[in-house]
């Protein structure tokens, strides 16, 4: 049996997400390595995960000392075979499939140890189709994290029909003992637990605004005032990244074939026309 402790995890990717496990990975004493496809990619991946630092002493809920302490443990690189050491892997790239497919195809060479951990941190995308790209699918595993990271508290663990119990056992040890998120198991079906039930919500906010129903404000104030979330589902949507939410639906609607997972027109177009949510500037409200 492996060892069960973790100390050097690897991140593939440094947008929202990524940035965003990096940042509680790091805060929780581990060592992290991220990887970023590109030089650029890698300094905006870095100036995000200091930027939540930042805010993190300016909330009050870290010192100086820790923030120090946090961004000395974590490395950036554009080379995966620099992850050989690690062992676990959080995947946390754009959703798609075959570009996640190719990462984990090359993560399977380049992560030496056999008992280490290849994760993803997928919305949707079934963790067995990224196991097959691996010469040992007993070694993946989903490991969902929600947005923002570091504040909500839910991990979601997929494992498949073919994770070994070890690895399952081992994920859930560094998300409740390390991390501190609280866990809980999903089957292997598109969009886990949360995405089946959420993605529905955001669609049908969707629909109403495009059918005249009512207003972006108003369905966002009805469920903020009527139903006390945190946010409506259309600023949700922004936060999540409009691209996102299609690629979830998208691939919830492939595996399921229900017209609640299709995506609307609405959101169609938003899309071609970039306008992604918060990460660009402009989504259903405007951020300058
Ligand atoms: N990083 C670190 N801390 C953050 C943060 C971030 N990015 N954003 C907010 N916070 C902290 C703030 O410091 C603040 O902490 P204190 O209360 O201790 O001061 C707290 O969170 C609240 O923040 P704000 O006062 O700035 O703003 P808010 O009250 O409007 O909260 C929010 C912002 C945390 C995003 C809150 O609106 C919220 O929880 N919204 C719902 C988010 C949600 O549903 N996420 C799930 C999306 S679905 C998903 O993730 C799965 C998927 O596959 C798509
Ligand atoms: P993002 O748009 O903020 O970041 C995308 C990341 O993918 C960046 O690191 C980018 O450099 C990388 N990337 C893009 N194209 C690539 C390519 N061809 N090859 C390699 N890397 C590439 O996205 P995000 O919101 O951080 O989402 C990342 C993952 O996390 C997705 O699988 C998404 O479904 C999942 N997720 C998102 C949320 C959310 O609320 N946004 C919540 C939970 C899980």
Known sequence: MASDKISRVGIVGAGQMGAGIAEVCARADVDVLVH????DLVTAG????????DRGVSSGKLTEREREQASCRLRFTS???????????????VEDEDVKIDVFRALDKAVVDPD?????????????????ATENAGRVIGMH???PVPVLPLVELITTLATSEDVSRRAESFAYDVLGKQVIRSADRSGFVVNALLVPYLLSAMRMVESGFATVDDIDKAMVLGCAHPMGPLKLTDLVGLDTVKAIADKMYEEFKEPLYSPPPLLLRMVEAGRLGKKAGRGFYRYD
């Open 145 to 147: 994290f929600f947005n």
């Open 36 to 39: 970023e496809s590109s030089r």
């Open 79 to 93: 080379d995966l075979d620099d992850f050989a050491d690690r062992q676990l892997v959080v995947e946390a790239i």
């Open 46 to 53: 870095r100036a995000r995960i200091l930027r939540s630092l």
């Open 116 to 132: 280490a951990i290849l994760a993803s941190n997928t919305s949707s995308i079934p963790i067995m189709k990224l196991g097959m």
